[in-house]
């Protein structure tokens, strides 16, 4: 079983490792799987107007997961909210050309997603009460 | 400096050229079956495979009538194990072996288990090793077989056998060692170390792949095996099946070299060994050395690289051949048992590499590894979130991870 050349690309070529700050209210923040596990995703958004104009990721895992993580922060940017909520594991696995051994790493790529997107988009309906409250008391 | 390089000579090894050139004429010249008795072709077939024994019988203290021939190791464990407990059923049904066996001794005994064998898989300390002590204490009157490896194929930490065998003897109970990893690289004598059976095979030690031996004790005590293999009573009865001759020469012309070698191998192993973990070890934070310090095999270094994974760090330094104890590498997608059973956590397990190394390294490759593994290490943990964490100063035994 030799990597494939777009695992291998990814790994040389990391697109948008990093970070955000968590805290800002602009970002969305995903974690998913364990140290126990061999498989650990952190994957951020920033979003503008519903847009997602930036991505960032960490990863602890093998080359799959870190070119399915990689690959989702490309995929993520430029996409809207919405959008971004179609992705599937399974187009991970046809970009990557994954072996079946390794598709539970695009799932873990897929959770990631859907974790920074629920973590913005918790942030957002968070945002939206206090200020009604503030127009309700002026 | 030639690409790639080998660092996995624990998994195997290249045949040496002088092993090679003495098997050659038995493929097309002296052809014939050692078995033969009535021509020439048969009689120097013969007399090939008889040298050889006699060369691997002095490589560990033995008489050349007591090496029987099998396909490998894991054949030879089978035999041991299958062999040992078929014969000696009446006389008690209980194994003790180790928690970190290859898995021909261990997979071996689950299957005995299950035709009614009682086995003690007896745990290891936090650097690999059974103790003498713990092997008495598990002595019972049901007892048949003792089975404990040499070396580790995985840590490299080595057994303390010559106790065991004491302990053995004292007790009267046949002491079994795979002794795969250790033979040709160690010192290694059935009489001091009381040993009754032994396991190895040629493909560890630069010869060839498909053969192997197990060593079968004839005097005070003489092991009797019953047979996996029937069909013309080859091996004394014990293993039948006409002889490979030209891969039993090479395991003969192996041994040789590996029992004239040793010395001076093991020597400039255990520096290059020793050059190779001071210069990652030296360089990096946050790497664990994992198996015994000292009593370790001299070419072996299993280190595991904390918030790095196996697998990742394996293609980042793809063009040396290594090994790693991740999940990710194994057919079945669990971590290495062996570290499991030092009480190395999984994410140590996920993040360990072994190094093998072997005859034909240089200490040019052994720069050039440190070189390209610390910057693997330094490029991956800047991918690594657990690393940021830990940089943070996040306890991440405290972290709550949403696994699925």
């Known amino acids: ?138 | 400096m030639k690409l790639p390089i080998y660092l996995d000579n624990n998994s195997t090894t290249p045949c040496d050229p002088r092993v090679v050139d003495v098997m050659l004429p038995y493929f097309t010249e002296k052809f014939g079956n050692s078995a033969s008795r009535n021509h020439t072709f048969g009689w120097e077939a013969e007399e090939g495979v008889e040298h050889a024994r006699k060369q691997i019988a002095h490589i560990i203290g033995a008489d050349a009538k007591e090496i029987i021939f099998t396909s490998g190791a894991t054949e030879s464990n089978n035999l041991a194990l299958q062999g040992i407990v078929a014969m000696y059923r009446e006389k008690g049904d209980h194994i003790i072996t180790t928690a970190t066996e290859h898995r021909a001794v261990i997979d071996t005994a689950k299957y005995l288990e299950k035709k009614g064998v009682s086995v003690t898989f007896l745990p290891v300390d936090k650097e690999g090793r059974v103790s003498a002590e713990d092997v008495r204490n598990a002595i019972t009157d049901k007892t048949i077989l003792i089975s404990v490896m040499m070396a580790n194929n995985e840590i490299g930490t080595i057994n303390p056998i010559a106790e065991i065998g004491k302990v053995a003897k004292e007790k009267g109970i046949i002491f079994h060692c795979d002794a795969t990893q250790g033979v040709g690289k160690i010192p290694v004598n059935v009489q001091e170390m009381g040993i009754d059976l032994m396991s190895f095979s040629a493909h560890k030690i630069y010869g060839p792949k498909g053969i192997g031996a197990l060593y079968v004790r004839r005097k005070a005590p003489r092991v009797r095996l019953e047979p996996m293999i029937y069909g013309g009573g080859h091996e004394r009865g014990m293993r039948s099946g006409t002889l490979p001759v030209a891969l039993i020469v090479g395991f003969g012309k192996a041994a040789e070299l590996c029992e004239q070698e040793m010395v001076t191998e093991s020597v400039r192993m255990a520096k290059m060994r020793d050059r190779l973990q001071e210069g990652i070890m030296g360089a990096m934070d946050e790497v664990y050395l994992n198996g015994h310090p000292t009593e370790r095999l001299p070419g072996n270094l299993n280190i595991s690289f904390a918030y790095v994974e196996g697998e990742a760090l394996l293609m980042g330094v793809k063009e040396i051949a290594l090994s790693s104890g991740s999940a990710c590498t194994s057919a079945t997608l669990e971590p290495s048992y062996v570290l499991r059973a030092l009480g190395v956590g999984s994410d140590l397990a996920h993040s360990s590499i072994r190094f093998g190394l072997g005859r034909f390294n240089t200490d040019e490759e052994i720069e050039y590894t440190i070189d390209r593994m610390l910057k693997a290490v330094t490029h991956l943990r800047e991918m690594s979130p657990l690393y940021e964490m830990a940089k943070e100063g996040i306890d991440l035994k405290s972290v709550q991870w949403a696994a699925h």
């Open chain 1, 1 to 138: 079983m030799a990597y494939s050349e777009k695992v291998i690309d990814h790994y040389n070529n990391p697109r948008n490792v990093g970070s955000f700050k968590k805290e800002d209210d602009d970002v969305g923040t995903g974690i998913v799987g364990a140290p126990e596990c061999g498989d650990v995703m952190k994957l951020q958004i920033k979003v503008e107007n519903d847009t997602i104009v930036d991505a960032k990721f960490k990863t602890f895992g093998c080359g799959s997961a870190i070119a399915s993580s990689s690959l989702a922060t490309e995929w993520l940017k430029g996409k809207s909210v919405g959008e971004a909520q179609k992705i599937k594991n399974t187009d991970i696995v046809e970009e990557l050309n994954l072996p079946p051994v390794k598709i539970h790493c695009s799932v873990l790529a897929e959770d990631a997603i859907k974790a920074a997107l629920g973590d913005y988009q918790k942030k957002a309906e968070e945002k939206k009460p206090k200020v009604e409250e503030v127009a309700a008391s002026s």
